[in-house]
């Protein structure tokens, strides 16, 4: 498209007034994740104070380690939430769902098996893969004990997972029947819903489980009892989702949903697991800066729900037909009215989160730092993330695969990994 052709595209009123529109619809439904610097001001309290209550050079070196070793992953990780979403748009749109909680079609409570089952197996490989790298880069300050890394990540996402799988379906029912996009509404309130509880349970199981007494003089000490009154839950919800996959697994489409996205699943939550490595990196910078820490949870919720937005949007026009499976789909006028929209969208809410995260955190001394560091942030990732799930989108349905399956997990590890990531690089000067 050369230029006297992009001149005469943005000329015309009507794709400036849609472009106009999906950016206002875009950030109506991206105000929720304002709600993330909530989730950041809870993490900030319970994590940074938490740590800082006795000595914060030998606790938070110590505690606050593990602390954030475990928050980026399961921060990120939705239980499966994004899956059931993505398919109860696209679901409610060609007819295969009913928008209604109870008496619906069989698909949906299938989804819904799928999900909890994916929650569950989250929290497992979560826990499997941060133990790991607790052994691996934690030095003398490791935790031995594999205990809590079973225990924390089960509970926060099953309690998590159950509430927002319900609270997910009733959101995507109501848009459907008041004409809405569920594609376009549900994702963003939902991941932000996601953020918040699973701080609030992260927060509850620190508090309880108070991993800077695991720690003495010389090193790890043991685990507080709590941890092992602890297990008695966790050991049970898996029962439950053993005899749940025993009686599901002969559903063909709940045996789909799971071979499609338990190994894209693996491949996300290792790299979110390994971003909370890198960030445990960062945690001087994230304690001395704490809007940083503040607005961190805002920061990826919001990118992954910008590109997930597009992505919804793309898939279900897949599925209609309305878009064409291939590369060249990337001059579709309707794709790139959603992107300007949506990106305008994301840049107002960053500055924002720059603004008012340092105000919220009491840190009125790195403001420009916290607002700069925010829209490289957005900006870099948004044109990164959104590439890589267009072509992962396309891909995947050229193969027969379901996008939805693929597209929102993928998405939320890829925000997580490179927003945790500029924000490691960016603040490398400050902690070196």
């Known amino acids: 498209m050369n230029r006297v052709k992009i001149k005469e595209w943005l000329k015309k009123p009507t794709v400036i007034r849609i472009t106009f529109l999906i950016a206002v619809q875009a950030l109506l439904a991206l105000l929720f994740d304002v709600f993330g610097l909530g989730a950041g001001s809870i993490g900030t309290f319970t994590f940074l104070e938490y740590a800082s209550r006795t000595d914060p050079a030998e606790v938070f070196a110590k505690a606050g380690a593990f602390i954030i070793l475990l928050y980026p992953p399961l921060l990120s990780s939705d239980g499966g939430i994004g899956i059931l979403v993505s398919r109860l748009g696209t679901g409610l749109h060609l007819g295969s769902i009913k928008p209604k909680i109870l008496k619906n079609t069989k698909q949906y409570y299938t989804l819904i098996s799928a999900t909890l089952t994916l929650g569950a197996f989250n929290g497992l490989w979560i826990g499997v893969i941060s133990y790991i790298i607790n052994l691996i880069i934690q030095g003398a300050n490791r935790i031995p004990n594999p205990l809590p890394f079973i225990v924390i990540p089960i509970l926060t996402l099953t309690f998590a997972s159950l509430i927002s799988s319900q609270i997910a379906s009733f959101m995507a029912f109501f848009m459907f029947k008041r004409k809405l996009n569920p594609d376009i509404w549900v994702y963003p309130t939902m991941s932000t819903v996601n953020n918040v509880l699973s701080t609030l349970l992260y927060a509850a199981m620190i508090s309880m489980l108070k991993p800077a007494n695991w720690y003495n003089e010389s090193g790890f000490n043991s685990i507080t009892r709590g941890t092992y009154f602890a297990f008695i839950p966790a050991f049970l919800y898996l029962v439950f989702i053993s005899v749940l996959v025993g009686i599901k697994v002969k559903n063909k489409d709940y045996r789909k949903i799971l071979k499609q996205a338990v190994p894209v699943q693996t491949v996300t939550l290792t790299i979110n697991s390994l971003t909370g490595g890198i960030l445990s990196k960062a945690d001087v910078a994230l304690k001395n800066i704490s809007g940083l820490f503040l607005v961190y949870p805002a920061l990826i919720d919001t990118l992954g729900d910008e590109v997930t937005i597009i992505a919804n949007t793309t898939s279900t026009n897949l599925a209609l037909g309305t ?34 995260g340092s105000i919220f955190a009491g840190d009125f001394q790195h403001i420009g730092l916290v607002l700069g560091i925010s829209l490289a942030i957005n900006f870099i990732g948004f044109l990164v993330v959104q590439s890589i799930a267009f072509l992962l989108i396309i891909f995947a349905f050229k193969r027969g695969l379901d996008p939805d399956n693929l597209a929102v997990p993928v998405i939320a590890a890829l925000s997580n990994l490179v927003s945790s990531t500029l924000l490691f690089l960016l603040t490398l000067p400050l902690i070196t």
């Open 323 to 356: 878009l064409k499976p291939n590369l060249s789909a990337i001059k579709d006028k309707d794709l790139w009215t959603n992107l300007i929209g949506v990106g305008l969208a994301g840049f107002v809410l960053h500055l924002f989160y720059g603004i008012f």
